[in-house]
Structure formats: structure tokens, C-alpha cells
């Protein structure tokens, strides 16, 4: 799988959008990207994925660029739940393919 | 259950001893996952199951780490002379199992193993 790039660390008010970077310079393309958060003390949960076009759902929407060098993920208003680290991965789009995690993205919402 | 479930939450053992952990993934769930988790680093894969077998377990570190799911539904990550290195939180995690596509994983709690 190929690698990904994310800051260390964010902090975003609450209430305003977070945008969190990823870069996927090496990425296939026969591979989606990913984003999993993990809330302190807890096992990841997944947001969102997509292959080349922008995608929305109830968490998230996730901004891929055209080249599929890199993306971003958006939480359109944050609040102090979604602290969280926040995971981007490529992968193949194939159900045996294990999900590879790096170091992530500690996002830390303030009021 | 609705959700995955783990046992022990927290263990503690001896250095040398056999520990035995304990996943219960969503029922109806084909696909397991077995990862560990050390401080300040994102999980770790492990093993992958689909169904009885094991698909995938290239993470595992050494032959002292093993994993069984023999009926499909619960499995249990088993650790043989156990290291202090081997501290760390094991996380499960399970899903269905699409020919192409994903369906997101839901991750247990973890089960926070320290060695002493």
C-alpha cells in the first residue's frame, strides 16, 4: 500500500471547520483513500472513503485533488466529541486487504 | 451484541506466562481483525480472518503469537511466554466481507495487556 503524509498535529475552534491534510504522492490507481478517527480509549472508527470524486456523508465530506496526490478531510463544524486522532490510509478497494495505519493527525478542538 | 466486544479489558501478567485474549465480533460479521496498539502509534495489523481462516497473518511479530477463530464468530489471540515488549492495547475489529468495495470496520474497545 502506498504511504501517506499527515501533520503531527491540528487544533481547530469549536464550531469552525476542521481540514485535516493528507498527501498520497505513490498512490495506485486502483487504490481508495481512507480516513478512521480514534477517540481517546477507544478503537478507530471509520468516516468516509473514495477512489477520485469528492464524497459527503453524515460525519464528513473528503475532497480528493484531481492528480489523487492528496486529499482532505472536512468536518464542517467541529465540536469538542471530534477531538480524536484522524487516520488517512490508501488501499486497494478489496475486502482482503487489511487496513495499514500510520501515526495520524491528533486533532484537538477547543472552545 | 451490537457492537464488538472484548475480554479482558485490562490484563496483567507475569513475564514468561500465556495470556489468552478474547474478541466477539457483530454477529453475521465473515471478516476479523486482530491489531496491537503501542503508545502514540496508530494499531498495528496482526492477523486476518475470514470465516475459520486465517486470510492474512504476515503482522504477526513471532511463532509466540497465535490466533484461532474456529467457528467463525468468536477468536482468541493467544500470547506464549509472554515479554514486557508485548505490553501494548489489542484491538479487534470485524466487518462484512464484500467481493469488491468496503464496508467499514467496527473496532472493539481493546483489551490493554501489560507485562510485568
Known amino acids: 500500500d502506498a504511504k501517506t503524509t499527515q501533520p503531527t498535529s491540528m487544533d481547530c475552534a469549536e464550531g469552525r471547520a476542521a481540514n485535516l491534510p493528507c498527501n498520497h504522492s505513490t498512490i495506485s490507481g486502483n487504490e481508495y483513500v481512507y480516513w478512521y478517527r480514534q477517540i481517546h480509549s477507544q478503537g478507530p472508527q471509520y468516516i468516509i472513503h473514495?477512489?477520485?470524486n469528492n464524497e459527503t456523508n453524515e460525519m464528513a465530506s473528503l475532497i480528493i485533488t484531481e492528480d489523487r496526490k492528496s486529499s482532505t478531510l472536512i468536518l464542517p463544524h467541529a465540536t469538542l466529541r471530534d477531538t480524536a486522532v484522524y487516520y488517512c490510509?490508501?488501499?486497494?478497494?478489496?475486502?482482503?486487504?487489511?487496513?495499514?495505519f500510520g501515526k495520524g493527525t491528533r486533532l484537538s478542538v477547543i472552545a | 451484541g451490537a457492537g464488538v466486544s472484548q475480554t479482558p479489558s485490562n490484563k496483567v501478567t507475569e513475564k514468561g506466562k500465556y495470556v489468552e485474549l478474547r474478541c466477539d465480533p457483530i454477529s453475521g460479521h465473515t471478516a476479523l481483525y486482530w491489531y496491537r496498539q503501542s503508545l502514540g502509534q496508530g494499531p498495528e495489523f496482526l492477523i486476518y480472518?475470514?470465516?475459520?481462516?486465517?486470510?492474512?497473518d504476515s503482522g504477526l511479530p513471532n511463532d509466540r503469537f497465535f490466533a484461532v477463530r474456529p467457528e467463525g464468530s468468536v477468536s482468541t489471540l493467544k500470547i506464549q511466554r509472554t515479554e514486557r515488549g508485548d505490553s501494548a492495547v489489542y484491538l479487534c475489529?470485524?466487518?462484512?466481507?464484500?467481493?469488491?468495495?468496503?464496508?467499514?470496520?467496527?473496532f472493539g474497545s481493546g483489551t490493554r495487556l501489560t507485562v510485568v
Open positions: 490510509i490508501v488501499r486497494v478497494n478489496s475486502g482482503n486487504t487489511p487496513l495499514v
Open positions: 475489529a470485524s466487518s462484512l466481507t464484500p467481493v469488491l468495495g468496503h464496508y467499514g470496520y467496527t
Open positions: 480472518f475470514q470465516g475459520t481462516g486465517a486470510a492474512d
Open positions: 473514495g477512489l477520485k
